[in-house]
């Protein structure tokens, strides 16, 4: 069964610097999520992505986030300058039409 | 404001037992409803959709628009259920975001 593939799987990286985090979606999938997790509290939606675009982003979402669909499999994140509150699991999620399929998450730890 | 709230952080149960797991939503349109589970070290993915109405490892869920409730019911907990259970919502939008609860873990004793 096809999968959500996410890399690295943790991150360690030092505050203001640049850290790009990768997702593969299932290939047949059109739309394209990225979701984090701070310790101990919720999964919240961060930015949605169809036909090569931003269709929503949350508040969260800064000019500090940036997303990108280089080539035809890859979906990436980019945190320019990264914050210690920036810390947390970050989820990506792919969909055809109907529910979400996440994959296994990459921990990002801003020290 | 479209919020989930699930108002048990931890539910602890021994197997054989009921287990109900709560969430509650806020949204002012027609939501579709999720649950998802997480078991140790693995990722998020579906256990129920409302709008299926089946019953998935013995779990149930049924939308109450009345009480704006969406509860997670399986008449006899197992070991293997014990997971994080997070219930979503979904805007039914054109990005069609999901808003998760906070989740509540529920562990099954034996």
């Known amino acids: 069964e096809p999968e959500v593939t996410q890399t690295p799987s943790h991150q360690v990286t030092q505050m203001g610097q640049e850290v790009i985090l990768r997702c593969v979606p299932i290939?047949?999938?059109?739309?394209f999520y990225w979701y984090r997790q701070i310790l101990g509290q919720k999964v919240e939606f961060l930015v949605s992505?169809?036909?090569?675009?931003?269709?929503?982003k949350s508040e969260i979402f800064d000019d500090q986030f940036s997303v990108e669909r280089p080539d035809g499999s890859n979906f990436t994140l980019k945190i320019r300058s990264t914050k210690l509150e920036d810390s947390a699991m970050y989820f990506c999620?792919?969909?055809?039409?109907?529910?979400?399929?996440f994959g296994p998450g990459t921990r990002l730890t801003v020290t | 404001a479209q919020r989930v709230t699930q108002p048990e952080k931890l539910l602890s149960v021994f197997k054989g037992a009921p287990v109900e797991l709560k969430c509650n939503y806020s949204?002012?349109?027609?939501?579709?409803l999720f649950w998802y589970v997480q078991y140790s070290r693995q990722r998020l993915q579906l256990l129920l959709r409302?709008?299926s109405r089946e019953s998935i490892k013995g779990f149930t869920a049924d939308l109450n628009k009345g009480e704006t409730s969406f509860h997670l019911k399986k008449p006899f907990a197992q070991e293997e259920d014990s997971a994080m259970y997070y219930c979503?919502?979904?805007?039914?939008?054109?990005?069609?975001?999901?808003?998760f609860g906070t989740g509540t873990r529920l562990q099954v004793f034996p």
């Open positions: 290939s047949n999938h059109l739309y």
């Open positions: 949204y002012s349109g027609s939501p579709e």
């Open positions: 409302h709008i």
């Open positions: 992505f169809y036909n090569n675009e931003i269709s929503e």
């Open positions: 979503a919502l979904r805007t039914l939008s054109n990005t069609d975001k999901l808003i």
């Open positions: 999620a792919s969909s055809g039409f109907s529910e979400q399929y």
